[in-house]
Structures are given as C-alpha cells and as structure tokens.
C-alpha cells in the first residue's frame, strides 16, 4: 500500500506600512502608557470574534463571542468563551455548539462565581435558530443549558442576572404572526426554567438589545422598532415594565431616517443612556448618545460622525459621572475601533481609535477597578479577523496595534511594521507548503524626497541548506503622498530535510538620507512534513 506524503500548510501575510510619524506624538503615547494596558488577539483558522468582556471577581477578564469552523462565519461556528488573567493570558477557554451557526451575545459573572451566556443557536434550534441560555461553572464548564423558539429566527442578545437569583433575558422572537420579529423578555428561575415570557411589537420589525434592572424590581428594555404604518424606518425604542414584564410605559425616538440603540444603562441618579446610531440628518450612520429621566423624556443627545460609518455599540457611566463609549468610525476604505470619553453632560473630553490595515471594531466596554477600561470585538486583516482584547488607561492609551517586529526611520518620517498573518489553513499537497504573501505600503508624508527600498525576504534557518529563499524589494514612492500599493505573490517553502523546516521572514527598511543604519524586523514560521 503507498503511504501519501502531505503537508501542513502555514499561510502568512506580511505587510508593510509606511505611515506618518511625529516623533514627539508617537514618544509621548508610548511613554505615558500604563504599564497595565495591553492588546491580545486569540483566534484560529477563520473568523472569530469577541462580542462582550466584562472584569471577574478575580481581577481577570472574561470574554464571550463565536469563532468559525468554516471559511463562512455563519455557516459553522460556535459560542466561544474565554478566561484571561489580568494581563489578558489566557487561563482557559471553552466552545459551545454543534454543526450548524451558533453566536454567543453576552455574558456575565453569576453570584457562584460561574457565569451565564446569552446568544443563539441554529444546531440545537426548533426552527431557523433559538434563543440560547448557557450556564457554566467558574472554570466554564457547562452546568446547564435552555433553548426557546419557534420555528422562525429566535435569539438572545443580552442576559442579567436578577435579584431573586434568576436571569432575564432581551432577544428577538418571531412567530409568524403578521410582523418580522417582535422584542422578546424571557424570565427564567436560577436552574434556566422559564418563569413567563413578554413579548413587545406586532406588525413590522422590532428587535430587544440591551435590558437592566431598575430599583423597583421592573425592567428597563432597550430596542429597534419599525412599525410600516406608522414610519418608513427604525426608531429607537425604550420600554420601562414591571417586575411581571407588564409594559409601563414606552417611548420612541426618531429623526428623519433609520435610527437603531444598541446599549443602555440606567446612571447612578435613575435617569437612562443610550448609544446606538442615526442615519438621521446628512444621510450617513452617526454615533448617537443620548440621556432620558426615568420616565424616558430626553434631556439631551449628542452626535458624534463623519463621512461615512459611525456607530455606538456599548455604553457605560464611568466613577467620574461621565460615560465611555465603544464602536467604530470609518477612515479612509476601512473602519477602525473607537473609544470615547464624554463628561456628564455629553460633552466630548477625548476620543482615540485603533487598527491597522484591515477593519476593526469594538462591541464592548466596561471601565476597570484601576480606572482603566477593557473593551472586546475583532481585528481583521485583508482576510480574516480574531477576537481582540484590549486593556487601556484611564485616558484611553494602548500599545501600539502591532507593537512588535516594527521599525522606524524617524528622521525620515517614516514608520515600517511587519507583521504575520496569523491565521493557519489546512489543505493538502504533496511534497510543498504554500506560503501566501500580500505586500503592501503607503506613503503620506508629502515632505519626504528622499529615495529608498524596502525589501522582503524568506531564509530557510533550520533543516536543509540555511539560505534566503526569496528575495524581492522595491523603491518607496515617496511622490505619491496618501497613496498605495499592493500585490500578491506565491512562494512555496519545501521541507528539504526531516520532519520539520524553520524559515524566518524579513523586512528591510533601507533610505537614502539617513545616517543611521539600516533596521531589520522579522518573524520565524514553521513548516511541517505531515
């Protein structure tokens, strides 16, 4: 019988960044970061993302989200949840699902110290998918889990527990009866058995968000509602019921166009935040903040936006009075993650985004014990996306995104970064591995003339003969300020000898007018003979 050979196949993207570089800004940020603060990414072959983290008993973190099991997120992935330490190591992790879509949502730490997490599921659903109620132990083991649904798309998007030990949660239910999704209240006992259920809307779409307990044992329930008869867009919807899930009251806001709220939280003298987003006014999605009494009436609203895409996705009073505010804002061709600090009236005090290359988002934010925040969603590349931790000062400062294998000319005002692609595909070949590379830069800096190269390249260090394998630079383009380039190469990296080859990726950045010499940054990867 003849025994196949096959290899493991790493695929790596290098990039390389040019950008603009104010030595005394870039100093000052890094030098003024606590040591504290820290960025973590934690993914595997495909997409995944963090979606809610909140701070433990412990002083770690725990984060909930989905990570994929195909190259198409909602065709297979399931509920991902992580324990990390106050550093943002990993102390352990578990995954929850079956063969279908599954999406954790929210979590939170339960009085035993275990946690409970809401989502949706498609694997173990009556209909399209279920709402989903995940209790765990301390160390995530699986204690308990409850579905609810019909036969339509049914999920939870937020889960509290309340002061009788039991948990309620916010979704989306539809059962077919004239409208597109109606809010949906689940209340369930501490063991996950349902108690009673509300649900709010009828003709339309109207979907729940976020949802807090009030101090006379009611709930306030934030969410999205289309009625066609009544407006032809989304208004914002709040809804105050009481401890039976009896509406109260409600209360809609709206502009002229589609307007979604997506977090709430009742402040510290009883009135309501809301962040969420408006396409009302110049027609493009704004951050929307906005505050209410108890009784819903709005006291003030702030808008925060651009060209472009600009949304709100957490909200949260910080111990100063004011608020902190996660989403994301568009720049240029992509979206980068975005932070803001306002006082207690809604007025801005700072705001900062993050990322690089590809999109990157926060769906989360909750301030820390040391005043700091730590906010959860995704970083992407030009392909794929991990789920991203990240711990910041009281100020909102962060390491740098790609804070390792960086190189700087800063008397040319330029700025280099290299970094793998971390993502690891398996496919089958004989005898090769295929090593993928994009390569790409930009330049901004108008005032640079001088000339330069940079070069890349890939030396076998380890197993077989120690060569450069492949070699390619070429000139920086310095006469194209706010430009870019970019192209796509092939090389495949053989096992020469043994069962394993190292082999270690370089970027050389080389200019002209520079006194200094020149500066190397490179990352190793393995090839496997399987």
Known sequence: MNVKKSMLIICLMLIITIIPLTLADNVSTRENINADSWM????????????EAQQTSDGGYIVVGETSKSFWIYENSDVWLIKTDDKGNMEWDQTFGGSEHDQGSYVMQTNDNGYIITGKTKSYSNGKTDAWL???????NKIWDKTFGYSDFDS??????TSD????????????????GDVWIIKVDSNGNKLWDKSFGGKGHNYGDSIQQTPDGGYIILGSSWIPDETNSY????????????MLWDKKYHGTDSDHGWSLQQTSNGDFIVVGMTNSGDGSDNLWLFKTDNKGVMLWEKTFGGPGQNRGYSVRQTSDGGFIIAGDTHKNIRMEALLIKRDSNGEMEWSKTYGGLGNDIFF???QTDDGGYILTGYESTLRYSDLWLVKTDSEGNAPKKYNSNSIEKNDTNLVAELRPFRKIFPRVYP??????????????????????????????????????VHSESWEIMSERPGGGAGKLTEYRCSVDEGFFNIYQAKTILDV???????????FMFIVIRS
């Open 40 to 51: 973590k990414t934690f993914g595997g072959f495909y997409d995944d993302t963090g979606i």
């Open 134 to 140: 995940i209790k765990t132990d301390e160390n995530g």
């Open 156 to 161: 939870g998007s937020e889960v509290i527990q």
């Open 165 to 180: 030990g039991g948990y309620i949660m916010v979704g989306n239910v539809n059962t077919s009866g004239g409208g597109l």
């Open 235 to 246: 208004d914002v919807w709040l809804i105050k019921t009481d401890n039976n899930g009896e």
């Open 364 to 366: 989360s934010v909750r």
């Open 431 to 468: 005898i090769m591995v295929f090593a993928q590379f994009d390569y790409g830069y930009m330049c901004y800096d108008e005032s640079y003339e001088g000339g330069g190269t940079i070069t890349f390249q890939i030396q076998r260090i380890f197993g077989g003969e120690k060569e450069i």
């Open 512 to 522: 002209d007018d520079s006194d200094s010499s020149d500066n190397e940054a490179s």
